[in-house]
């Protein structure tokens, strides 16, 4: 019997020895596959090259990018970067070339993106960085010199300004520290244009608008610093404050003014020390209540400030007066003073002028009670060295030394030695001559040729610094000595303090310091002189309500009361 033979368990069917066959053949053992190190390659096709968007005003450019990226493998993601950022996936479907597609915001300004492209083995490639500018049809505005936020040492500062507007430039508004505008005609596409910045203490502001032909508008801001300042002389008021720089430049400004006395023409009033318009060269220069008054180098008188009809001397009708202006005939002066309601001047030639309100008697115009609009003479004729305004009276010394006040007399601050209110000058009773004299709200103070203080008046709060707080009615009608063996040179006298300079340049004040305007670093008051925190040498004194100020010997403006309990500089110093 013949037939074929079982395959033997387990052995593999004859069509597949062919395949093994095949598998076994070679030279050796079978050789590993090579690692995947290509990159993709990835190309940006839109936008096709640096691109500078242009937009009207509002939200950042959304624009589309959009290109291809492609690998031996296959990609499996896409990702974008503005500026070197995190990356943003981009959504796409794995391939061996795919397609991409997004939307970026470009913000103002000039931006780089880059796309990458990965493949399964993490290998990265980038397309060739693209530049993406996004500008606004509104002009753009940029300070040229000097730098934003720079510190200058000088008065003014000639700020050099840049505008450009794809539509063509119009005009231009520039203002300085919150002052008025000042219209600037421009030109073209581009260009820039120069401005004069007068210089307050401490930060200023310059407000720049930029208008294109099509009237869209642009607005920027800024900041420049003033220090350095350096002041000879300085003057306390009521609510702002004057200084003198070594070179004769008046600089004012205010703590609540608003009437015109920081002198800065159209503008508002300055909170920081900012010169006063017109260039003027001064000798000297007076703080008021709500006025300013300040002696030329030629001796005329210019005042600026709150005038309503008479008060700064320039004739009936004047509100408000924001810059200098001359006051009088012509006539030169040597000093002057302001009270609250009236402004007295001391010609060259030794005559004295009032002006302004006259209630009480305070301009020394025999018979006249109403308000005089230009400086009028003193009755009397006397012959005056200096004066001094207070509140409701008016003190003056005449070339020999000798005092006399007129005014109100209800606390004795006339200082003739018997009650009596007088609208003509009345002598200071006693003997003695005076080199400096003070007028406050209620009491005089002077300083005697062998350099000791006097006081008389009202001493409610130890304001004669004669060792004793006299409560109720207590005044002296007559000249009392201050306690101590102090010698002085000058005087100043607030509402209820007074203060003297020794021959030593330390200041001593005494009274009232509820504000702290004796300062010593407290607020306790004192019927005797005390010196001054601080060890500072002053060459002059000013004293007004609860404040007082100081000008070194170093040329430093310090001042204290207010509740600040001891000299601190003012700003821009």
Same mark, same amino acid.
Request: proline share 6%; net charge neutral.
């Given at each position: 019997?013949?037939?074929?033979?079982?395959?033997?368990?387990?052995?593999?069917?004859?069509?597949?020895?062919?395949?093994?066959?095949?598998?076994?053949?070679?030279?050796?053992?079978?050789?590993?596959?090579?690692?995947?190190?290509?990159?993709?390659?990835?190309?940006?096709?839109?936008?096709?090259?640096?691109?500078?968007?242009?937009?009207?005003?509002?939200?950042?450019?959304?624009?589309?990018?959009?290109?291809?990226?492609?690998?031996?493998?296959?990609?499996?993601?896409?990702?974008?970067?503005?500026?070197?950022?995190?990356?943003?996936?981009?959504?796409?479907? !794995?391939?061996?070339?795919?397609?991409?597609?997004?939307?970026?915001?470009?913000?103002?300004?000039?931006?780089?993106?880059?796309?990458?492209?990965?493949?399964?083995?993490?290998?990265?490639?980038?397309?060739?960085?693209?530049?993406?500018?996004?500008?606004?049809?509104?002009?753009?505005?940029?300070?040229?010199?000097?730098?934003?936020?720079?510190?200058?040492?000088?008065?003014?500062?000639?700020?050099?300004?840049?505008?450009? !507007?794809?539509?063509?430039?119009?005009?231009?508004?520039?203002?300085?520290?919150?002052?008025?505008?000042?219209?600037?005609?421009?030109?073209?596409?581009?260009?820039?244009?120069?401005?004069?910045?007068?210089?307050?203490?401490?930060?200023?502001?310059?407000?720049?608008?930029?208008?294109?032909?099509?009237?869209?508008?642009?607005?920027?801001?800024?900041?420049?610093?003033?220090?350095?300042?350096?002041?000879?002389?300085?003057?306390?008021?009521?609510?702002?404050?004057?200084? $003198?720089?070594?070179?004769?430049?008046?600089?004012?400004?205010?703590?609540?003014?608003?009437?015109?006395?920081?002198?800065?023409?159209?503008?508002?009033?300055?909170?920081?020390?900012?010169?006063?318009?017109?260039?003027?060269?001064?000798?000297?220069?007076?703080?008021?209540?709500?006025?300013?008054?300040?002696?030329?180098?030629?001796?005329?008188?210019?005042?600026?400030?709150?005038?309503?009809?008479?008060?700064?001397?320039?004739?009936?009708?004047?509100?408000?007066?924001?810059?200098?202006?001359?006051?009088?005939?012509?006539?030169?002066?040597?000093?002057?003073?302001?009270?609250?309601?009236?402004?007295?001047?001391?010609?060259?030639?030794?005559?004295?002028?009032?002006?302004?309100?006259?209630?009480?008697?305070?301009?020394?115009?025999?018979?006249?009670?109403?308000?005089?609009?230009?400086?009028?003479?003193? @009755?009397?004729?006397?012959?005056?060295?200096? $004066?001094?305004?207070?509140?409701?009276?008016?003190?003056?010394?005449?070339?020999?030394?000798?005092?006399?006040?007129?005014?109100?007399?209800?606390?004795?601050?006339?200082?003739?030695?018997?009650?009596?209110?007088?609208?003509?000058?009345?002598?200071?009773?006693?003997?003695?001559?005076?080199?400096?004299?003070?007028?406050?709200?209620?009491?005089?103070?002077?300083?005697? $040729?062998?350099?000791?203080?006097?006081?008389?008046?009202?001493?409610? $709060?130890?304001?004669?610094?004669?060792?004793?707080?006299?409560?109720?009615?207590?005044?002296?009608?007559?000249?009392?000595?201050?306690?101590?063996?102090?010698?002085?040179?000058?005087? @100043?006298?607030?509402?209820?303090?007074?203060?003297?300079?020794?021959?030593?340049?330390?200041?001593?004040?005494?009274?009232?310091?509820?504000?702290?305007?004796?300062?010593?670093?407290?607020?306790?008051?004192?019927?005797?002189?005390?010196?001054?925190?601080?060890?500072?040498?002053?060459?002059?004194?000013?004293?007004?309500?609860?404040?007082?100020?100081?000008?070194?010997?170093?040329?430093?403006?310090?001042?204290?009361?207010?509740?600040?309990?001891?000299?601190?500089?003012? @700003?821009?110093?």
């Amino acid at each position: 019997m013949t037939g074929k033979l079982p395959a033997p368990r387990g052995a593999l069917p004859a069509a597949l020895l062919p395949l093994l066959l095949l598998a076994g053949c070679g030279d050796g053992p079978t050789a590993s596959r090579e690692p995947d190190t290509a990159a993709p390659s990835v190309a940006v096709t839109s936008p096709s090259a640096d691109t500078l968007y242009v937009s009207v005003l509002g939200p950042p450019a959304l624009r589309t990018v959009a290109g291809t990226a492609a690998d031996a493998v296959g990609v499996t993601r896409v990702t974008f970067q503005l500026d070197g950022g995190a990356e943003s996936e981009v959504a796409v479907a !794995a391939g061996t070339t795919v397609s991409y597609s997004f939307q970026v915001q470009v913000p103002y300004g000039e931006h780089v993106l880059v796309v990458s492209a990965y493949d399964a083995a993490g290998n990265r490639g980038t397309s060739a960085p693209r530049r993406l500018r996004h500008e606004s049809t509104e002009p753009r505005i940029r300070l040229l010199d000097p730098a934003p936020g720079s510190t200058l040492a000088s008065d003014t500062v000639r700020a050099t300004i840049s505008a450009a !507007a794809h539509m063509g430039l119009g005009r231009a508004r520039v203002r300085v520290n919150y002052g008025g505008y000042r219209d600037i005609p421009l030109s073209g596409d581009s260009t820039a244009f120069q401005v004069d910045v007068p210089l307050q203490g401490g930060e200023n502001g310059i407000d720049v608008e930029v208008f294109d032909r099509n009237g869209t508008r642009s607005w920027n801001f800024f900041r420049l610093y003033r220090g350095g300042l350096a002041f000879a002389a300085g003057s306390a008021g009521r609510g702002h404050t004057c200084a $003198l720089t070594p070179a004769g430049a008046a600089y004012c400004w205010a703590s609540s003014g608003s009437y015109g006395e920081t002198g800065q023409g159209e503008g508002d009033d300055a909170r920081a020390a900012a010169p006063v318009v017109g260039g003027h060269v001064f000798r000297a220069v007076e703080a008021g209540v709500g006025q300013s008054c300040g002696i030329a180098a030629d001796g005329r008188l210019l005042c600026w400030g709150r005038g309503y009809s008479s008060r700064v001397g320039v004739g009936a009708g004047s509100y408000m007066v924001s810059r200098p202006v001359p006051v009088g005939d012509g006539t030169r002066f040597r000093g002057v003073t302001l009270g609250p309601l009236q402004i007295c001047a001391v010609s060259t030639d030794d005559r004295a002028y009032c002006w302004g309100a006259n209630p009480s008697g305070e301009l020394g115009i025999a018979g006249s009670a109403g308000e005089v609009a230009v400086p009028a003479p003193v @009755a009397g004729g006397i012959a005056f060295r200096s $004066l001094s305004a207070g509140t409701g009276y008016t003190c003056g010394l005449t070339p020999a030394g000798r005092a006399y006040c007129w005014g109100t007399d209800a606390s004795g601050q006339l200082g003739a030695g018997t009650a009596g209110a007088s609208r003509t000058p009345v002598p200071v009773a006693g003997e003695l001559a005076f080199r400096a004299i003070a007028a406050g709200a209620a009491h005089t103070c002077a300083v005697a $040729l062998d350099g000791r203080a006097w006081c008389w008046g009202s001493n409610l $709060l130890g304001e004669l610094g004669t060792g004793e707080f006299q409560q109720g009615s207590g005044f002296a009608r007559s000249p009392v000595a201050v306690r101590g063996d102090l010698r002085f040179t000058a005087v @100043a006298v607030g509402a209820r303090h007074g203060c003297a300079l020794a021959e030593d340049g330390a200041a001593w004040c005494w009274g009232d310091n509820a504000e702290g305007q004796l300062g010593t670093g407290s607020t306790a008051a004192s019927p005797v002189p005390v010196r001054v925190a601080g060890g500072h040498a002053f060459r002059s004194l000013s004293a007004r309500d609860v404040r007082t100020c100081g000008t070194t010997t170093g040329d430093r403006l310090l001042c204290w009361g207010e509740r600040t309990l001891v000299p601190t500089p003012v @700003a821009g110093q």
